[in-house]
C-alpha cells in the first residue's frame, strides 16, 4: 500500500545554512506520526517543504505516491494536506463560522459570476457548506461562538478553531505544529484525546511536530527525531526513549553518556 | 450603573458638540428650508408661535435628540425599561444644557447687539432668530434644554422596544453548560423583526433618494451626481482595499481609462467616432477591467506600502500620458476632449443634471447589489481571508493569484464605470480631473466610512464630497471646519463612521440540521463533543 507521505532526501538550504539535510520520511496510512527535535531542528521549515511554502532544493515529496514538489500551498491544498501553524493563525476579523468556511475553499466551486447571479447551484453549495461548517463548529466544542471574531477567542478555543479550519477542507493529511503548545495538562490531555479520534474517526493521517513528551509518547505510533536538520533516530516512542543519540541531542553529550550508562545498568 | 450613567455623559458631550456645530455653521437655518422643500411646508400660520421655518428646523433637532437618547440608552446588560430611560434621561439632559447654554449665550451676545456675522460668516440675524425661536436668551435656553430631554427620553424608549425585539445571547452562554436545554426565543421572529424593520427603512430611504432629485435646484443635483460617482469610486475600491486589502494609490487611472474611453469614443474631436452612450458604457467597464489586470500582474507579489508605491506611479503614469503633448492628437493633450456625448433615451437626449443624478444612483444600486453579493460568497470570503492573512490564505487552498487579479479587475471596472458617467455629465474630460488627489480622497472615503462597509463608503462619500458643498457658505472657514471634522471623526470612531459588520452565520439549536448520513464523521461527532462538554466543563471550575 502506498504510504500516505513520503520524502526522498528532502533538503532545504537558506544561504549558506542546510536548515533540512536529505531527510527520508515515511507515514504510513491512519497513523499518527511524530517530528520532534530541539529549537531550530528544521521542523518548521520541514513542515513548510511538505506544504509548497518552501520549494526545497533536492529530494522529493510523495504524497500518496504523487510528487508534490514546487507545488503552490493552494494546490497542495487542494491535494487534500491542510495544516496548523506553530504561532496561531487565524483570519482575526472574521468570524469564526467564516473562518471555517474559507478553510472549505478548496472543497466549493462557485465562481464570481455565481456569486453575483446567485444561481441555484451556488446557492445550494453555500448552504451546504454552511451546514458543514456549523457541523464542525460543534464537532470541535466550539457551538455557541460562530459568530464571534475569531481574534475574540479564548486561546483553547482558537487552537481548535484553527483545527477546525483545517479540517473543512477534507483533509487525508494532517499536519499539526504544536498543536498542544501553550496549554495546561487538562486542555492537553484533551488535545491528546481529539487528536487520536481524528484519526479513529475521520481516517486522517496525523503528522505533528510536538515538544511535550507526554504527548508525543502518548499518541504517536511513529517518532522521527530531527536535529541540525538530519534526521538522527525514527521508530516506535519505547525506541526513541531509549536512543542514545536523542538524548544527546536534547540534552547534551555528557548527559546522554550517564544516562546512556544507567539505561544499560538497568 | 455607574459606566452606563458616564456612557451616557459622553454620549450628550457628543450630541451636544455636534448640534453646537451645526447652529454655528448655520446649518439649521439651510436644513430646515431644505426639509420645507421636501416636505413642501415653508409657508403657513405660525402654530404656538412657531413658523413653518422653525418646525422644520425643530425636526432637524428632534432626529438627533432621538439619536442621542437612543445612544445613551445601550450599553448594559441585562436590559431593562427603567435603566434605557436613565440613560436616555442623562443623554438628553447633558446635551440640553450645553446647547441651551449656548442658546442663552447666543440670545445675549444678540440682546447686547453683538453682530454675529462678524465673527461666524453664516450665522446671519435672521438665522439666529429662527434657533432663538423669538424667545428671550433665557427663555429659549431652558426650552431648548427640556425638548433634549424629551426626545431623549423618546429615544430611548425607541431603543428598549428595538432591543427588547431582538434577543440577545448573553456572556454566560458562551461557557454555560452546553448539555443544558437552550430556551430561546424562536430564532424566526427575531429575523422577521430586523428584517421587517430594514426593508422598512430601505424602502424609505428609496423614496426619499428618488424624490430629492425633482426637489432639488441644479447646484443640489449636480453636487449629488458627484457624491454618486465617488460612491461608485469608493465602492470599487473598498473592494481592492477594504475587502483584499491590496492598498491602491493610483485608482484613479481606471477613473481616468472609464473617463477617456466615453471622450474619444463619443466626442466629434480628436476622432470623430461619436458612439453612442450606451455601447460606451460596457467598453468603459471592460478596458478599465483588463488595465486592473495589466496593473495586477507586475504587482502580484508586492504588498503594503510597495504595492503603494507602484499603483501611485500607475495613476501618475495614465495621467501625464493623457496630457503629453506626443499624444495629443490621439487623447486630447492638455486641453482635454470636449463635447462628450450624453445619453439618449428613446431618441430623447437625456442629460440634464436631474436625469443624470437617476442614471448615477441607479449605477450605484447595481454596483451596491453586486458588491454585496460578492462580499458574501465564495470569492468575497477569499478576500477578506487574503487580506488579513496572506500566506495561511494560500495555504487554505486559495489562489492568491486569480482572487488579487479578480479583485484589482472588479475594483477597476467600477472605477471605469464612475469615469464614463463622469465624463459624459461633464461632456468634457482632461487630464486635470485625474489628479493624485482623487485617488486620495476616494482612499479616504473608504477609511472615515468604515474599511469594507457599503454602508460606510456611501457615508463616507456623502461626507468627504458633500458635505465641503454643504460647508459652502463658510467661505473661508470651510476647510477648517472640515478637516477639525474629519480629525473629530476618527478620534469618536477610528474604525469608519459604519464600520464593517459580519454576517451571523451560526445556525441556532431549532434550525438544526440533520446529520448527513453519507458522511461517515457524523458519527464521530457525539465521542468528540463528549470530550469537550468535560473540557468545558473543566474551564468553569
Known sequence: ?266 | MKIQIRHALTTGIVSAIVLIFLVLIGFHATAADLIGSLLDFRTGAPVFGLTPLMINMLLLFTIIGIWNGARGAKCHEPDSLSKSLVGGLVAGITAGVLFGLLAYIIGLLNEMGVRITLYLASLIPASVRLFLLNLEPVQAGIFYLVFLMITGLIGALFAYSIRSTSSKRSVKDLWGDVTAPVTRQPAYRTAMASRYTKLVFYAILLIIVFLLPLRLGQYWNYTIGTVGIYVLLGLGLNIVVGLAGLLDLGYVAFFAIGAYTAALLTAPQPHNLQWGFWTVVPIGLVLAAFSGILLGIPVLRMRGDYLAIVTLGFGEIIRILSRSDMLASFSGGPRGVTNVAGPTLFGQRFNSPEAFVYLILLSCLLIIFVTNRLKNSRVGRAWIAMREDEVVAQASGINILTHKLLAFAIGAAFAGLGGVLFASRNAFTGPEDFSLMVSINVLALVIVGGMGSIPGVIAGAFVLKGLPEVLRQLDVYRVLFFGGLLVIMMIIRPEGIIPSTRRKLELKEDQEIEPDPAHPESTSVEVADNVVQSDLQGQEK
Open chain 1, 1 to 266: 500500500m502506498t504510504p500516505t507521505l513520503e520524502t526522498r532526501n528532502l533538503t532545504k538550504i537558506f544561504g549558506g545554512l542546510v536548515a533540512v539535510n536529505r531527510v527520508n520520511l515515511v507515514v504510513p496510512e491512519n497513523t499518527i506520526a511524530s517530528v520532534i527535535g530541539p529549537n531550530g531542528a528544521g521542523k518548521t521549515t520541514f513542515f513548510n517543504c511538505i506544504t509548497g511554502f518552501y520549494t526545497p532544493e533536492h529530494g522529493d515529496i510523495l504524497f500518496y505516491g504523487k510528487p508534490v514538489v514546487g507545488f503552490s500551498p493552494d494546490r497542495v491544498a487542494y491535494l487534500g494536506i491542510s495544516r496548523t501553524y506553530q504561532n496561531i493563525r487565524l483570519f482575526a476579523n472574521m468570524t469564526t463560522i467564516e473562518n471555517i468556511l474559507v478553510g472549505q475553499h478548496p472543497r466549493l466551486h462557485s465562481t464570481w459570476v455565481d456569486a453575483i447571479i446567485r444561481t441555484p447551484r451556488m446557492k445550494n453549495e453555500e448552504q451546504a457548506a454552511l451546514a458543514e461548517a456549523n457541523r464542525l463548529l460543534r464537532f470541535v466544542g466550539l457551538a455557541g461562538m460562530g459568530d464571534h471574531l475569531a481574534r475574540n477567542l479564548p486561546y483553547g478555543a482558537q487552537r481548535r478553531l484553527e483545527v477546525a479550519r483545517a479540517l473543512a477542507n477534507k483533509p487525508k493529511l494532517l499536519l499539526l505544529d504544536e498543536p498542544t503548545a501553550g496549554m495546561n495538562p487538562h486542555e492537553t490531555r484533551e488535545m491528546m484525546i481529539f487528536i487520536r479520534n481524528l484519526r479513529d474517526e475521520l481516517g486522517i493521517t496525523i503528522l505533528l511536530i510536538e515538544h511535550d513528551m507526554r504527548v508525543v509518547m502518548g499518541i504517536s505510533e511513529q517518532v522521527t527525531v530531527l536535529d541540525y536538520g538530519e534526521k538522527i533516530a525514527e521508530g516506535t516512542p519505547e525506541e526513541i526513549q531509549g536512543n542514545a543519540r536523542v538524548i544527546e541531542a536534547y540534552l547534551g553529550r555528557g548527559a546522554a553518556s550517564g544516562l546512556g550508562a544507567r539505561a544499560q545498568v538497568s
